[in-house]
């Protein structure tokens, strides 16, 4: 049982490039969701999906995109990269247990951009 | 920003010793929970403790909870050194169900 995968785990990019995070569940989850963390800010949302089909802006969702492909994968885009998103990204899924988010996350996928 | 804030940032303890973190929040927040981040890895959940809860116990940790002071604490006793790792407390504020996270306790348990 795999849970969480998130693909890349290191990426190196040059600003202006573009690239997309992967990230699969096999918890049939129906929530799933991308934040970054960065070094004395914690984690910030980026973007969410309640369901299959439906996705929501989060904290900080300027300069990504996401495509909730099926109910196990939920794809994180950077169309034109920058510094400032230079950080490790984290993707998790959850399945709501009696009212409350029980967030299962990846390994994680460090970004670096020149 | 309704991120939670979490104090101390930094915590350096001797094996044995007890370890305790707080978390607080400017809003309202519900079903707080607590997770682990050793580091390089992802987060782990430990515990939640319910908006009805005062108190919860699990293992070694013990979380309150003070809806009235927005705030959380989570105490790990005769801490080990496998205890080293990054522990965040995480809420739902506002309304739906987005989790805010706070800023993290970095915590070294020394042999």
């Known amino acids: 049982n795999a849970g969480v995968t998130q693909t890349p785990k290191f990426q190196v990019l040059k600003t202006g490039q573009s690239m997309t995070l992967q990230c699969a569940q096999d918890m049939n989850h129906n929530s799933m969701y991308w934040y970054r963390q960065d070094p004395g800010m914690g984690l910030r949302l980026i973007y969410y999906?309640?369901?299959?089909?439906?996705?929501d802006k989060g904290e900080v969702p300027n300069g990504y995109n996401v495509s909730r492909l099926n109910k196990r994968e939920f794809s994180l885009r950077l169309e034109s990269a920058a510094p400032s998103q230079t950080s490790v990204y984290f993707c998790?899924?959850?399945?709501?247990?009696?009212?409350?988010?029980?967030?299962?996350f990846g390994a994680g996928s460090r970004l670096t951009v020149l | 920003s309704q991120q939670g804030e979490e104090d101390p940032q930094a915590l350096s303890i001797q094996e044995g010793e007890n370890a305790t973190m707080n978390c607080s929040y400017k809003?309202?927040?519900?079903?707080l929970q607590w997770y682990r981040q050793n580091s390089g890895r992802g987060l782990v959940h430990l515990i939640l403790?319910?908006?009805?809860?005062r108190e919860k116990h699990s293992g070694r940790l013990r979380v309150t909870l003070d809806t009235s002071k927005k705030s959380s604490s989570l105490l790990i006793t005769a801490s080990r050194a496998a205890d080293t790792a990054s522990y965040f407390c995480a809420g739902i504020t506002g309304g739906g169900n987005k989790l805010t996270f706070g800023t993290g306790t970095q915590l070294k348990v020394e042999l």
């Open positions: 403790i319910r908006s009805n809860e």
């Open positions: 998790a899924s959850s399945d709501p247990i009696a009212g409350a988010n029980v967030l299962t």
């Open positions: 809003t309202s927040i519900n079903n």
């Open positions: 999906s309640a369901s299959e089909g439906t996705t």
